[in-house]
């Protein structure tokens, strides 16, 4: 089936340090990819999405773009934040069977930011 | 503010209880889902409904059923609970049609330890 695997961490960086988050995927047709977001003692929210390859998906200085020949979707931010510091979930949507799709998450990554 | 609750933050049971864990949206979404998440392992996805009293088993139904009532609560049931259902549960909500393009609302999550 399909899948999602992303490195576990934890990753510590210094703010303003560059940030990647690689994420690569397997799947079957043609999925949608997002990255969601977890903040201490929060669920989860989304952060960004692609729904086509080569598509770019941005969102608070973050970027992902869809790449179809590599399967990879990798997270980027070129200074970080403090406030950056949480988990972060690579995902993607796997179209089933039946009328009803749904959504495979990786097992995260936890962020550190230390001033 | 579009909202997702979850009935409890942490709860403490006892193996064999039977045990509900709440969740209610204010945002009139069609789909609802429940997810267990666990380190190193992302989020599961346990059951999720598509309308009232409509249901579907997700990757981990075992142990677990569902009741959807009214479009606004979705209510997990663990029948007898065991050990290896200690974890953080995540309720989620998303508009109708396929979660490849509607972005999913989470709740900030249950903990649940089993003794």
């Known amino acids: 089936g399909d899948s999602v695997t992303q490195m576990e961490g934890p990753v510590t960086l210094s703010e303003e340090a560059f940030l990647t988050i690689n994420c690569t995927y397997t799947?079957?047709?043609?999925?949608?990819l997002f990255w969601y977001v977890q903040y201490p003692g929060e669920g989860l929210q989304l952060l960004l999405k692609?729904?086509?390859?080569?598509d770019k998906g941005s969102n608070k200085g973050f970027e992902a773009t869809y790449r179809k020949e590599t399967t990879s979707f990798h997270l980027e931010k070129g200074s970080v934040q403090v406030s950056d510091s949480a988990v972060y979930f690579c995902?993607?949507?796997?179209?089933?069977?039946?009328?009803?799709?749904?959504?495979?998450f990786g097992p995260g990554t936890s962020l550190s930011v230390i001033p | 503010d579009v909202k997702v609750t979850q009935s409890s933050r942490y709860l403490v049971k006892r193996t064999g209880e039977k045990v509900f864990l709440e969740c209610v949206q204010d945002m009139d979404h069609e789909n609802m889902f429940w997810y267990r998440q666990d380190p190193g392992l992302g989020l599961r996805l346990i059951y999720f409904s598509y309308d009232v009293k409509m249901k579907e088993k997700g990757d981990i139904p075992e142990g677990y059923s569902v009741s959807r009532e009214k479009k606004e609560r979705f209510s997990l049931i663990l029948e007898s609970a065991s050990t290896n259902q200690t974890s953080m549960y995540l309720c989620a909500s998303s508009e109708a049609g396929s979660v490849g393009y509607n972005e999913q609302f989470f709740g900030p999550g249950t903990r649940l330890t089993v003794l």
């Open positions: 692609a729904t086509k390859a080569d």
């Open positions: 995902a993607l949507s796997e179209v089933m069977k039946t009328s009803y799709d749904k959504v495979i």
């Open positions: 799947a079957t047709g043609y999925p949608s």
